[in-house]
């Protein structure tokens, strides 16, 4: 399993784009890159999932180098509600058919008023 | 619609205790995961269903910890002979994917269960 590597914390004000970066030295071919949320006291959410390029849906942006050795996960305007721990995850689903990943400590993202 | 569900949400149990933890994935789903999760810490892998069969049960810490699935969807993670390092929350989380890699690939986690040991 590729490990992946985030700064452990983040602050922002609230309005401003927040970009927090992984890296993922020995990602695999087949290794998609997928990013949760989590909020205290729940467990952990999907946001976005992308394996080359850039990938948009309607709460983020993710942004994957040619060389895929690292991913930008973009939140645009943020507020006191993203204040959370995102997570940065990559693995494959072999043809055995489960997604075996590593969640690592996460990016504690903290959003100022 | 209904999400994954766990209960308790939280249990107290003195060492030494067994404790019994249900998860109740999505209707349909047919991958099922527990994770255990300490506290500052991400997840981690526990097991993995595939209907009613565990197909990996590598992250299970020690022969004190057994999972079931044996109808393919409530599932039951016991821990016997509760020990203080056991305290941690532990999450399900459930996906209808199975089978060969693509996009969209994601879990849906429950709530969690906060197992406090004393």
């Known amino acids: 399993l590729a490990k992946t590597t985030q700064p452990i914390s983040m602050d922002s004000y609230e309005g401003q784009e927040v970009n927090i970066t992984c890296s993922h030295n020995?990602?695999?071919?087949?290794?998609?890159i997928t990013w949760y949320q989590q909020f205290p006291s729940q467990g952990p959410r999907f946001i976005i999932q992308?394996?080359?390029t850039k990938v948009t849906n309607e709460v983020a942006s993710l942004f994957i180098p040619a060389d895929r050795k690292s991913s930008t996960l973009s939140l645009p305007r943020v507020s006191l509600s993203d204040t959370a721990v995102y997570y940065c995850?990559?693995?494959?689903?072999?043809?055995?058919?489960?997604?075996?990943?590593?969640f690592g400590t996460g990016t504690k993202l903290q959003v100022i008023p | 619609g209904a999400g994954v569900s766990q209960s308790p949400r939280y249990k107290v149990a003195k060492r030494g205790q067994d404790v019994a933890l249900r998860c109740d994935p999505i209707?349909?789903?047919?991958?099922l995961f527990w994770y255990q999760q300490a506290l500052g810490q991400g997840p981690e892998f526990l097991t993995y269903?595939?209907?009613?069969?565990?197909?990996?049960k590598s992250g299970l810490p020690s022969d004190r910890f057994f999972a079931e699935r044996p109808e393919g969807s409530v599932s039951t993670l016991k821990i016997q002979r509760t020990q203080q390092e056991d305290s941690a929350v532990y999450l399900c989380?459930?996906?209808?994917?199975?089978?060969?890699?693509?996009?969209?690939?994601?879990?849906?986690f429950g709530p969690g269960t906060r197992l406090t040991v004393t």
């Open positions: 989380a459930s996906s209808t994917r199975t089978g060969a890699a693509g996009p969209g690939y994601e879990q849906y």
């Open positions: 209707s349909g789903h047919v991958s």
């Open positions: 020995n990602i695999a071919t087949n290794d998609y």
């Open positions: 995850l990559v693995g494959d689903i072999p043809s055995g058919g489960y997604q075996k990943v590593t």
């Open positions: 992308g394996y080359k």
């Open positions: 269903f595939q209907n009613e069969a565990q197909l990996d």
